[in-house]
């Protein structure tokens, strides 16, 4: 008794001189007659931060470490297990640590989820085409069941599914590539909402057959009684601002089957534009560097079947029907799907 109660004057006289808060708790997490020991902890500037987790095996004085450290731009990240804590003897406290770290566990994503892991697997850089840097072919099929607000959750993934969505800003591991890595994929989709009492979706374009909505990340088309998420600003896949509170979206506009799409990157006072077919769910990047400054924060000028917009302070004219005929060429599967 008395050492536990030294080893918590230690840790609150630690808490209080430290420059980082640090919440203790001690109890005998893996029921081996030994009290454990957990801390948690928020370490962040400007542009980074997260959370750490820690726990000490009472009896071995191992420690064991989880954290959602990244950037502010991600919305979704990805935690990798160590390898001794994903042995069978440390499940109780993997399962302490997740508690602590991370939000609901789900078995399978959602739609807006399922656009950006099949997005990760699904995207070519183009060098020298004519309008187009980025194509992203996630092959996205119209949902039937009823929609659902996207929130913040996880679910397991390893092998080369972790492997392949593993993106951060910190030099990866060599354990990622290992055969049997675990991990975690956390969702963070409270980014999409400018107000959590029911401002998520926008309407931000239609016509007969389509309803455009946007978040501040996404966009979403329903036809009829079906839906699909068609884009998301995922700093990995497509570009992202440095804090996703700063909203990307700023237009979405319906051109028949095809959408024309404005993402906004703060604070650069850059942007993007991308042409995606609703139907089949290609996505391409105009390869142009644009700027809100340059052109008085009008996107584009959109008349007679042409679009104008401004490079360099110069404008310039493109015919729509040839942008759109050459995202029709770019489908990865070499395969047009109507």
């Known amino acids: 008794m008395q050492k536990i109660l030294t080893i918590l004057l230690f840790l609150i006289s ?16 893996n029921n081996d007659k030994v009290i454990d020991t957990l801390k948690t902890f928020y370490e962040g500037g400007s542009g980074f931060g997260g959370r750490y987790v820690q726990i000490v095996n009472g009896k071995t004085n191992e420690h064991f470490q989880l954290t959602n450290d990244g950037c502010f731009c991600e919305i979704k990240r990805t935690v990798l297990i160590p390898p001794a804590l994903a042995k069978t003897e440390n499940q109780p406290f993997l399962d302490v640590l997740k508690a602590e770290l991370l939000p609901e566990k789900r078995n399978t994503p959602d739609a807006s989820l399922e656009w950006i892991i099949k997005s990760a697997y699904a995207n070519k850089k183009l060098e020298n085409n004519t309008f187009f840097d980025l194509i992203i072919d996630p092959k996205n099929n119209w949902k039937h ?23 951060t800003s910190y030099e990866a591991p060599k354990r990622l590539h290992k055969k049997d890595a675990k991990g975690f994929l956390t969702y963070y989709a409270h980014n999409h909402y400018r107000n959590r009492a029911g401002d998520s979706l926008q309407l931000s374009s239609s016509n007969n057959l389509y309803q455009i909505y946007h978040t501040s990340h996404g966009i979403l088309v329903k036809k009829g009684t079906t839906h699909k998420w068609v884009f998301i600003s995922d700093v990995s896949i497509t570009g992202a601002p440095e804090k996703l509170r700063w909203e990307s979206i700023s237009m979405a506009k319906l051109l028949g089957k095809y959408l024309l799409i404005k993402q906004d990157l703060p604070p650069t006072g850059e942007y993007k534009l991308f042409v995606i077919n609703i139907e089949t769910g290609i996505c391409g990047r105009l390869k142009y560097d644009l700027s809100s400054i340059d052109d ?11 679009i104008t917009i401004t490079i360099e302070n110069e404008k310039v004219t493109y015919k729509l029907k040839d942008i759109f005929k050459e995202l029709e060429k770019q489908y990865i599967t070499k395969q047009k799907r109507d």
């Open 14 to 29: 630690y808490q209080v001189l430290g420059q980082r808060t640090i919440k203790v708790s001690v109890n005998d997490f």
């Open 145 to 167: 069941h009823k929609f659902e607000y996207p929130s913040n959750y996880y679910i397991e993934v390893k092998g080369d599914t972790l492997t392949q969505l593993y993106d």
């Open 296 to 306: 008085e924060k009008e996107t584009s000028v959109i008349k007679d079947e042409k």
